[in-house]
């Protein structure tokens, strides 16, 4: 157990719909990042927050938004989805500036 | 920019035996740390090893060692003794001063009995 708590961990919905994935980084981590990772594919960087602050922004669609809360849990919104969507989306947190990431269980979304 | 290549995208070996997985990196900034991160069917992403650049000795983790070659910009990860449980996705990632880590696209290991 990573410490690290995502929901919901299965997710199927139609095309052109919006989502909200959500994310609660281990105790006392400041720094909370999202990848996703398509099908048989690495993982992409999508967005970095640091105690409420983006820090860093890879390569996220306009489609989808992030947020960090004073409680430092982070959502995932994704809108207008579309079949190419479909994908296991990781939250990770971490302490310190160059320390491992801690990864979730991914919340597998399916657009249908 | 920073980029991180695994450039075997499958290897296989027989169940005993010791495997070496690749990976390259590229970056201008000369404090950084990287990882090897293991990803079994579950996919669960686990963190194997770890290594910070400014130290010259290679980390090692039990049966997990790693080779890193810091002019060369070269980190890849030796498993010994391979067990069939260590049958995954391997990703290389490195995280640089600005805090994000970027992965490799992954190599997929097959331990064969």
């Known amino acids: 157990d990573s410490g690290v708590t995502q929901t919901p961990k299965h997710l199927i919905t139609a095309t052109g719909q919006r989502v909200t994935l959500r994310c609660s980084p281990r105790s006392g981590d400041l720094s909370v990042y999202w990848y996703q990772q398509s099908l048989d594919q690495g993982l992409q960087f999508l967005i970095q927050y640091y105690n409420g602050e983006e820090r860093a922004k890879g390569n996220i669609l306009e489609r989808f938004s992030a947020q960090q809360f004073p409680d430092l849990h982070s959502e995932l919104n994704l809108s207008s989805l579309e079949l190419g969507d479909s994908a296991l989306y990781f939250c990770?947190?971490?302490?310190?500036?160059?320390?491992?990431?801690?990864f979730g269980e991914g919340s597998r979304l399916t657009v249908l | 920019a920073q980029t991180v290549t695994q450039s075997q995208p499958e290897m296989s070996v027989q169940e005993a035996e010791t495997v070496t997985l690749s990976c390259t990196y590229d970056?201008?900034?000369?404090?950084?740390?990287l990882f090897w991160y293991k990803q079994p069917p579950s996919r669960q992403m686990i963190l194997v090893i770890r290594q910070e650049a400014y130290k010259q000795q290679n980390a090692t983790e039990n049966r997990f060692s790693v080779n890193f070659q810091k002019a060369a910009k070269s980190f890849s990860l030796k498993i010994s003794d391979s067990q069939l449980g260590d049958t995954a996705m391997y990703f290389c990632a490195a995280r640089l001063n600005n805090n994000d880590m970027r992965f490799g696209a992954g190599t997929r290991l097959t331990v064969k009995p």
């Open positions: 990770a947190s971490s302490s310190g500036s160059l320390g491992e990431l801690f």
């Open positions: 970056t201008s900034e000369s404090n950084y740390y």
